[in-house]
């Protein structure tokens, strides 16, 4: 029997995502596949003519993380170091304080970040979680820097409490496409990441989110994942890209890793489909080498989590960073 790219797809999980009633563009996942089959430069030309037309190709946007509550999470995630079933040697400590955060925004600012990205380890915030977040936002909005959050599923209460202390983005990954979410988290759904990206969304808050690559997919549940990001209506405003950070004591530890050039195609369909928003190149920038970096910034990738550190594992520090960047001619925005 002959069979075509959509009737391949495995029964999905959960409901798709429903077709909006405004849509401006709507990607087929066969037409998200086959940009992902393209000849590599065909793919890099076409990716370089969406993003010259959106941004400048040599402006890029520097984000510095900081785990503000690490460890201990009661999830299942199988990529994460920080759930407290695997044994990773992550260890739980509480919320940090006003001025460690505050210490730490100063530096990142100093080093010319434009946006703080607080991540915490939580399946969920509880109202008393949310009171103290906010004042952390407060205290880098004071400080003239954007401020971001990931801090797990957000009911729309919280997702307006959060507006208001004065966050400008909220970071929750699809991670990935729905028909392989079930073999990488159990605790929650993927109709809980919509709900909560809604949420974020109505609430006035910019949109981030986006997945993760090199965990045993293949190329068509890449291009599922791009898919299902390229038709939230609207898509997100910033789309992070993570290759695996494959961390001992994880269930994904010891899965063959990505080719790199696939990474850089997701970059590259990512910048096709979803054209004005900030791709960002994520994690796994410390085993990519230069040449794969400078490919993705290539491939359309204009923002990056700058800092030697991302929640619990390691990324280029900053002087590396500026050393590429000034080799590329980027500027910083
Ligand atoms: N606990 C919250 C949640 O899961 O939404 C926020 C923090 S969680 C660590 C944020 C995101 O980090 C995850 O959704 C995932 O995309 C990414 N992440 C976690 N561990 C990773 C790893 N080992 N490699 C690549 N990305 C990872
Ligand atoms: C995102 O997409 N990647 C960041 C951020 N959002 C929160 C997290 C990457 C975490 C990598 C593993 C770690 O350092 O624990
Ligand atoms: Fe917990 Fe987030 Fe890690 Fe999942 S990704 S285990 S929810 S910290």
């Not at 405003?237 to 790199?260: A, C, F, K």
């Not at 195609?265 to 410390?286: D, E, F, N, Y």
């Not at 230069?290 to 390691?314: H, R």
Request: charged residues 20%; glycine residues 6%.
């Amino acid at each position: 029997m002959q069979s075509t790219l959509q009737n391949e797809q495995p029964v999905h999980f959960v409901k798709p995502v429903q077709a909006p009633a405004v849509v401006d563009h709507a990607w087929s996942l066969a037409a998200v596949e086959e940009l992902f089959n393209l000849p590599f430069n065909d793919l890099m030309f076409k990716a370089q003519q969406v993003h010259r037309e959106n941004f400048n190709p040599n402006e890029v946007q520097l984000s510095t993380l900081l785990s503000i509550k690490t460890g201990g999470c009661s999830e299942d995630c199988g990529y994460c170091p920080q759930a407290s079933r695997y044994d990773t040697g992550v260890e739980a400590t509480k919320l940090l304080d006003v001025e460690t955060v505050k210490a730490a925004a100063t530096e990142a600012k100093k080093n010319g970040a434009t946006r703080f990205c607080m991540g915490a380890a939580w399946r969920e915030p509880k109202d008393r979680d949310i009171e103290k977040v906010a004042e952390l936002i407060r205290t880098v909005k004071d400080l003239n820097l954007e401020a971001c959050c990931t801090l797990g599923m957000l009911t729309a209460q919280h997702a307006h409490a959060l507006k208001d202390a004065g966050l400008d983005y909220y970071n929750h990954n699809l991670d990935t496409a729905p028909e392989t979410y079930g073999n990488i988290i159990t605790t929650r759904v993927y109709q809980d990441r919509l709900d909560t990206l809604d949420n974020v969304r109505s609430a006035g808050m910019n949109v981030c989110s986006g997945g993760i690559v090199g965990m045993g997919e293949s190329r068509a549940q890449r291009a599922a994942l791009v898919h299902q990001l390229a038709n939230l209506n609207p898509y997100p405003d910033s789309v992070p890209i993570n290759n695996l950070v494959q961390v001992e004591g994880t269930p994904l530890h010891g899965t063959e890793s990505l080719d790199l050039l696939e990474f850089v195609r997701t970059i590259a369909v990512a910048r096709i489909t979803m054209p004005k928003a900030r791709v960002r190149l994520s994690a796994g920038r410390q085993e990519m080498g230069e040449a794969i970096q400078t490919l993705c910034f290539m491939a359309g990738a204009n923002s990056i989590f700058y800092g030697d550190k991302l929640l619990t594992t390691g990324n280029p520090d900053w002087e590396r960073d500026q050393a590429l960047l000034g080799k590329l001619g980027m500027k910083t925005n």
